[in-house]
């Protein structure tokens, strides 16, 4: 089945670590998002990428960084210039002409 | 600028009873609207959206919303709540440049359903 893979689900990090989270996608969709979760904020854009080689900075770009190297893969690292990492990230892709988004299952990841 | 308010952060209802979850957007111009669902720890599920055909739009699981223009809303109904519906709920409308895919999500309703 087509759908989006997000990995770790949970994951810990020292303060100070970067960590990197993975998002692969089998929908040949061109264009992918990261979203940054907190209780009661909705979701926030981090970064998204139309194309291959290509990203732009969303709302709450500092403290992250990404890569598109792939059409299928759009891997999220939080620095440890993140003053506040703790939260519920989310992949979300998008295929050429549509405006709807397929989520992935999320990963959580807790500052120690 | 576009902007979307859940004027409920928190509806509580009885099982078998009416689901209305509240929803106000403000465009300059003619929005597409969404609303997606979510159980806990897991990611979005579109429910349905508006891309200014029909006004009243069907979704999945029996929920349905209507776009109201000359009252910037778009809420979210179901006739009969079940246990399975308790989840959080996000109204959604595409961003400007609607060819980024940006969407600015509400801050999200959490639907209680008590049996």
């Known amino acids: 089945d087509g759908g989006i893979t997000q990995s770790p689900k949970y994951l810990f990090r020292k303060e100070g670590q970067n960590v990197t989270l993975s998002c692969e996608q089998n929908?040949?969709?061109?264009?992918m998002y990261w979203y940054r979760q907190d209780p009661g904020q909705g979701l926030r854009l981090i970064y998204y990428?139309?194309?291959?080689?290509?990203?732009q900075k969303g709302d709450i770009a500092e403290g992250y960084s990404v890569s598109r190297e792939k059409k299928e893969s759009f891997p999220l690292t939080v620095t440890s210039a993140q003053k506040n990492p703790t939260a519920f990230y989310l992949c979300?892709?998008?295929?050429?002409?549509?405006?709807?988004?397929?989520f992935g299952a999320g990963s959580r990841l807790t500052v120690l | 600028a576009q902007s979307v308010t859940q004027l409920d952060s928190h509806v509580s209802v009885s099982e078998g009873t009416p689901v209305l979850l509240r929803c106000n957007y403000s465009?300059?111009?003619?929005?597409?609207l969404f609303w997606y669902v979510q159980h806990p720890n897991k990611g979005l599920q579109l429910l349905l959206k508006?891309?200014?055909?029909?006004?009243l739009v069907k979704g999945i699981n029996g929920f349905e919303a209507e776009f109201k223009k000359s009252e910037t809303s778009f809420h979210l109904t179901k006739p009969s709540a079940h246990m399975s519906d308790a989840a959080e709920y996000f109204c959604?409308?595409?961003?400007?440049?609607?060819?980024?895919?940006?969407?600015?999500f509400g801050q999200g309703t959490t639907l209680q359903v008590k049996p």
């Open positions: 929908l040949n969709h061109d264009a």
């Open positions: 990428s139309q194309i291959v080689n290509d990203f």
């Open positions: 959604v409308v595409s961003g400007l440049s609607s060819n980024t895919g940006k969407l600015i």
């Open positions: 465009s300059s111009y003619s929005p597409s």
């Open positions: 508006y891309t200014s055909a029909a006004t």
């Open positions: 979300a892709s998008r295929g050429a002409g549509a405006n709807v988004l397929t």
